[in-house]
């Protein structure tokens, strides 16, 4: 995979190893054996600000695709919001903001994931 097509640049070369985390065991995994072997690790999520050369990266890319919000609510302290690293950020704030919770949506515009 040219990383150029996960980079919103559009820049960088071949990863030698990628693997795309679906789901929260996935991208705990791939991080602990990658380490576990000595091999480099990029992280990423939605690509924003990420600038790679045209050699690429001679490691393990972790692709963070993890998708999901948990909300639990309490009466007292208000909404707990819990979500997973690979949910868009902008969509994230927008829904805070929808659903009335107060405190992200001065963060409204930063490009990526939330992870």
Known sequence: MELAEVTTLRLGGPARNVIEATDERTLIDAVRI???AGDPVLI???????VVADEGFDGTVVLVRT???SVSADACSGAMVT???GEDWDAFVARTVSEGWVGAEALSGIPG???
Not at 44 to 50: A, I, P, R
């Open 44 to 50: 990423v999520g939605g690509g924003s600000n990420l």
């Open 83 to 85: 979500v997973a690293a």
């Open 67 to 69: 998708q999901g919000i």
């Open 34 to 36: 990658a380490d576990e």
């Open 113 to 115: 994931s939330t992870g």
